[in-house]
């Protein structure tokens, strides 16, 4: 657990030492808490996007830097997105695989182009990365939704990564165009009856 807890400090002070601003998903606790906290005191600006509930129930620490609270878990990752160019994902449970995933299928979806990092420590990521190359080996997702999928080792390796990848589009998913309206609006349905 140490190694795990000296890549979340390192990976803080490289964000920081390169000028890159962090959004986070809130907190003073755990890995994300100390990203955060050597970030901020590196000099980078941080940004903690919390739910209320969350909050105010005191679950995860004080947030580090600017705060930002959000009513939902979807709408902070809704904003997570909103303010970010790219992700970065540390050894985690069940939250941060549900957050990894969610955002890898707005990508598949054609909602954003942003690379989705691993934090690799320790090999922690390794059998994930074995099932994504399956997945895609069996075609079950397409060569343009795992190479957003970055790994690495170190934080050093990870932003040098981040910063030079290039998304190649899925031409079927360029199709997508979710600008048009929101989804709470009815499609007008053009139906003759005839008689």
Known sequence: MQSLFEAANNLGKVLAK????????????????????????????????????????????????????????????????????????LPGGIGTLEEIFQIASWAQLNIHHKPIGLL????????????????????????????????????EEMVDKLEGFVYKSDPVATQLDWSKGNSSKKRKMDLSLHL
């Not at 994300?32 to 980078?44: E, F, L, N, P």
């Not at 105010?56 to 959000?70: C, D, Y």
């Open 18 to 89: 390169r000028k890159i601003h962090l959004v986070y998903g809130e907190g003073s606790l755990g890995l994300m808490g100390c990203v955060s906290t050597a970030a901020h005191v590196g000099g980078s600006q941080v940004l903690g996007i919390i739910p209320t509930a969350l909050a105010e129930g005191n679950f995860v620490g004080k947030t580090v830097g600017e705060e930002l609270r959000v009513p939902t878990m979807q709408d902070r990752i809704s904003k997570m997105l909103d303010n970010s160019d790219a992700f970065i994902a």
């Open 120 to 155: 690799n420590v320790d090999g922690f990521f390794n059998k994930l990365l074995s099932f994504l190359d399956q997945a895609e080996e069996e075609n079950f997702i397409p060569h343009s939704a795992r190479q957003i999928f970055i790994s690495a080792s170190t934080a």
